[in-house]
């Protein structure tokens, strides 16, 4: 049988585009293999984007940690004002939810 290939692409934040490859035959139990394939690599480049992306952002917060120590405290009731649906930095905002009757 004909061999073929799936792919896919996994683009960061910063834009960067990573593609995935994986052969499969040209039928739909060779194509499902291929996408199950293609699903455990995009599976641990997305774990490893989520670890740096954390580790960068505990980064973030030690440095504004100590950053802030030498500030005055004012700083701290400045952010219990901000809306709910306001963030800081490069985080996504929360998701919201449709409360239903």
């Known amino acids: 049988m004909a061999e073929c290939e799936v792919w896919g692409e996994l683009t960061d934040r910063s834009g960067e585009c990573r593609r995935f490859t994986a052969p499969a035959r040209c039928n739909i139990r060779g194509i499902l293999r291929g996408v199950r394939h293609l699903q455990e690599q995009l599976g641990g480049a997305l774990n490893q984007m989520v670890l740096q992306e954390k580790q960068k952002q505990q980064l973030d917060v030690e440095r504004a940690a100590s950053g802030s120590d ?32």
């Open 70 to 101: 030498q500030d005055d405290d004012d700083d701290d009731e400045d952010s219990k004002d901000k809306p709910a649906d306001q963030v800081d930095g490069g985080t996504p905002p929360t998701k919201r939810t449709r409360i239903q009757s």
